[in-house]
Structure formats: structure tokens, C-alpha cells
């Protein structure tokens, strides 16, 4: 498993769905930029495997975002789970953040248990379906 720096393309490479997809390319349209975002790309045996990154929202407060080809988050997840937490930390340390926030689909039973092996809890629940997740950086 190897982390590399992400690139616009490697969207396409996901084994996600179309709807997924679009929902990728607005966030990248919206709030990324390849060379200043902390973002990353996650390859295995060459193949993109899942994409994520962090974004300063306020002045000690990140976002995380991530998505996986759910195949391989099944397979790896311990290994995945490692990298990811240890990225957070060191983009946490690297930009000065205290929290990071993920904010989760209600409905997404998968992508709550990935946040919360990650060390996020539940903060609060939003009126839009949404729950908002946070985990302080570790070393800070």
C-alpha cells in the first residue's frame, strides 16, 4: 500500500459509483487544489484504491473527507485505518489543527464505522441527515 499525492484524475479511477463520482468531482470543484491541498491518493499494486485529504475550515479546525473502492476498504482495513490515522496526525501537526471534523451520512452505516475506527465520535447530529464526527490530532 502506497500513499502518493493526489491528482484530479485519480477520481476517475475509482471503483465507485457515477453519483459518488460527481460528488468527488463538486468537493474537488469547491474546496481542493492539487497543489496546495493536503490531499492524498492510496494505491495498491498500482491500482488507485481510495483518495481523501483534510481542509483547513477554521483556524485549528480541519475537515477530513475520504473515499475508498469498497472492496479494497474490506480487505485492507486494518492497514487502511493505520495510514489514514497517521495522516491525519501528521496534517494535523503540519497545519497547526487541533480537531479534525468529518461530517457522515446518517444512512452510511459503513462510512461510520471507518470514521470511528479512526478515533472520531459523534458530536453533533444535523438537521440536513448528516452527523458531524471529531477527533482531536494526537501530538499536539
Same mark, same amino acid.
Given at each position: 500500500?502506497?500513499i502518493?499525492?493526489?491528482? *484530479? #484524475? /485519480?477520481i476517475?479511477?475509482? $471503483?465507485?459509483?457515477? $453519483? ?16 496546495? #491541498?493536503? +490531499?492524498?491518493?492510496? !494505491?495498491?499494486?498500482?491500482? =488507485?484504491?481510495g483518495?481523501?485529504?483534510?481542509? $483547513?475550515?477554521? *483556524?485549528?479546525?480541519?475537515? +477530513? ?10 480487505? /485492507?482495513?486494518?492497514?487502511? %485505518? ?9 496534517? @494535523?501537526?503540519?497545519?497547526n489543527? !487541533?480537531?479534525?471534523? +468529518?461530517? %457522515? ?6 462510512? *461510520? ?7 472520531? *465520535?459523534? !458530536?453533533?447530529k444535523?438537521? #440536513? @441527515?448528516?452527523? =458531524?464526527? #471529531?477527533?482531536?490530532? !494526537?501530538?499536539?
Amino acid at each position: 500500500m502506497k500513499i502518493c499525492r493526489f491528482k *484530479k #484524475s /485519480h477520481i476517475d479511477r475509482l $471503483e465507485i459509483s457515477i $453519483e459518488e463520482k460527481a460528488e468527488m468531482l463538486d468537493y474537488y470543484n469547491l474546496y481542493l487544489k492539487e497543489d496546495v #491541498s493536503p +490531499a492524498i491518493t492510496i !494505491k495498491y499494486q498500482g491500482m =488507485v484504491q481510495g483518495i481523501g485529504g483534510i481542509r $483547513e475550515i477554521d *483556524k485549528y479546525v480541519g475537515e +477530513a473527507w475520504f473515499c475508498f473502492n469498497p472492496d479494497f476498504l474490506h480487505q /485492507h482495513k486494518i492497514g487502511v %485505518i493505520k495510514k489514514v490515522r497517521d495522516y491525519i496526525d501528521f496534517v @494535523g501537526i503540519t497545519f497547526n489543527l !487541533k480537531t479534525i471534523q +468529518a461530517i %457522515i451520512d446518517i444512512g452510511s452505516n459503513r462510512d *461510520k464505522r471507518f470514521i470511528e475506527f479512526l478515533g472520531f *465520535k459523534r !458530536k453533533k447530529k444535523l438537521e #440536513s @441527515g448528516f452527523d =458531524v464526527y #471529531s477527533r482531536n490530532v !494526537k501530538g499536539i
